[in-house]
């Protein structure tokens, strides 16, 4: 069976890969939101005496996507530089692009890290929970 994965590059051509497959473990399906579907605005007009509104026009919102996971190893030397690994790639300066594969399907949407990812040491292992902005919402087919 094929595992669903997101693959995060910035623009140092910096990659990470998420995925149950992952050392930086998360469940694609449960763990990650707004990979699928957009929000829309709709505008409209209303005037004094008319009953409900003129429609004037819609807009698809920027997408956002959180990814919640947790850095899969309890050696905690290698915990530690897979962190310092994640909040390198995941700068909030470098653009990005995030490539969505599942089986022989993919996509790629352009992307940036929305601050810094937040990571947090519990009981046995680090989780994370990251934040990424694509301004144009549309995923599109890899070149």
Known sequence: MENEKLTYINS???RLELGVDSVYHCNI??????ISGVTSVIYSTNSMGQHGDTYVGQRIEARDIDVVGH???RDKAQALELRRRMLKIFN???????????GGF?????????GEPKI?????????DLQIECLN???REKE
């Open 71 to 73: 850095i899969n190893t």
């Open 12 to 14: 140092r051509g910096e």
């Open 106 to 114: 993919k996509r790629v949407i352009d992307c940036r890290a929305y």
């Open 92 to 102: 909030p300066e470098l653009s990005a692009t995030l490539v969505y594969e599942y």
């Open 29 to 34: 399906s449960k763990d990650v939101e707004g």
């Open 137 to 139: 919402p549309f995923w």
């Open 120 to 128: 947090l040491k519990k009981e046995v292992l680090y989780e994370f």
